[in-house]
């Protein structure tokens, strides 16, 4: 077996204006997908995933996409383990060169699916980097993330920013504009998440902004008021002054709130961090449902929204310098 894992991520700032050109901070955080992979001699993909926020399940199927089973399974797992191993082990076959190659594939997850967190990047990122060993190349971490990028890009018809995939593969907190992506420094980063059990659909959302940015001057001014928080943000990270992350974070949330990504049990968690004396929180990623973030050195936060109505689980998250693992 060859074994890797790639974490997850949560943004600081800056979603949703990145897809206008803004830039964006995400950081990667200790909460990762694992994949192991098992060369096999006839050319098929076997895929079983296990905790990926609901029941395991195995997946059996050939190398083309036609040759699937109809699998009584939750669209989203569906999405995650068959249709991103499916196009990350096509990356694999590209970097190689061995266009029949087959696996049995083995994920295990702790970030929730589809709420924020960057789950289909990193279990991409780790199927490309335990592929590629697998049949004895490695790659260097630039080139996982473009691999994984492609990959996210394939799934999602081109609705993907390099955003989740690189802070995947390099760790870290990254700085996002346009198709530049780089590392910056930042301090270590009390981060707390709360997860209200759901997942908001990302093209719809995405959709929403666009219309509003369309229809109001002011919406379109909302959008490059994140892009000025995440500037700021910036300095802030690089100062290592954390009351001022947090304010910003609060302030990048009302703004999302005000382009309508937000939602009750969002809010309801953003509010009980503020409670709680929490630097800062806002919603990370598409929203609609999913993940905050909240910046707290002690305990409070975690507790307060362990019993927030509409918060399924609360959880601390350390960011994290290390991006993809190779740990067999
Ligand atoms: C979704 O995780 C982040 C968005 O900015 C969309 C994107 O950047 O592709 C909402």
Redesign the pocket.
């Known amino acids: 077996m060859t074994l890797s894992s790639a974490p997850g991520k949560v943004?600081l700032f800056g979603?949703?204006a990145?897809?206008y050109g803004e830039p964006?901070v995400p950081c990667a955080i200790e909460r990762r997908a694992r994949v192991g992979v098992e060369r096999r001699d006839d050319g098929r993909l076997r895929v079983h995933a296990e905790d990926l926020s609901l029941d395991g399940f195995t997946v059996e199927y050939g190398a083309t996409t036609d040759d699937r089973p109809d699998v009584n399974v939750s669209e989203s797992l569906l999405t995650a383990a068959t249709q991103y191993v499916d196009s990350a082990i096509e990356q694999v076959r590209d970097v190689t060169g061995d266009d029949e190659v087959g696996f049995d594939v083995t994920i295990e997850s702790d970030i929730p699916l589809g709420a924020?967190l960057g789950s289909s990047a990193a279990v991409a990122v780790a199927a490309i980097d335990a592929g590629t060993r697998a049949l004895g190349t490695t790659l260097e971490p630039d080139e996982l993330a473009e691999r994984a990028y492609r990959t996210e890009y394939d799934v999602q018809e081109g609705?993907?920013?390099r955003?989740?995939t690189f802070c995947s593969a390099t760790g870290g907190a990254v700085r996002v504009e346009g198709d530049d992506c780089r590392s910056l420094e930042s301090p270590d980063l009390p981060i707390v998440i709360g997860f209200d059990g759901g997942a908001g659909d990302?093209g719809e959302?995405?959709a929403g902004v666009r219309g509003l940015r369309e229809q109001y001057e002011f919406a379109a001014d909302t959008v490059e008021a994140i892009g000025d928080v995440v500037r700021n943000g910036e300095d802030a990270l690089a100062a290592g002054d954390l009351e001022e992350v947090g304010r910003l974070m609060n302030f990048n949330h009302g703004l999302l709130s005000a382009l309508g990504v937000s939602s009750r049990s969002l809010d309801a968690m953003v509010w009980a961090a503020r409670d709680a004396d929490a630097l800062g929180a806002k919603l990370t990623?598409?929203g609609g449902g999913g993940c905050i973030v909240a910046l707290d050195p002690t305990p409070e936060t975690e507790t307060a929204l362990s019993f927030t109505p509409g918060c399924e689980n609360a959880f601390r998250a350390a960011l994290t310098g290390e991006g993809v693992k190779r740990l067999e």
């Open positions: 943004y979603e949703h990145v897809v964006a924020g609705q993907a920013s955003a989740d990302t959302l995405v990623g598409a």
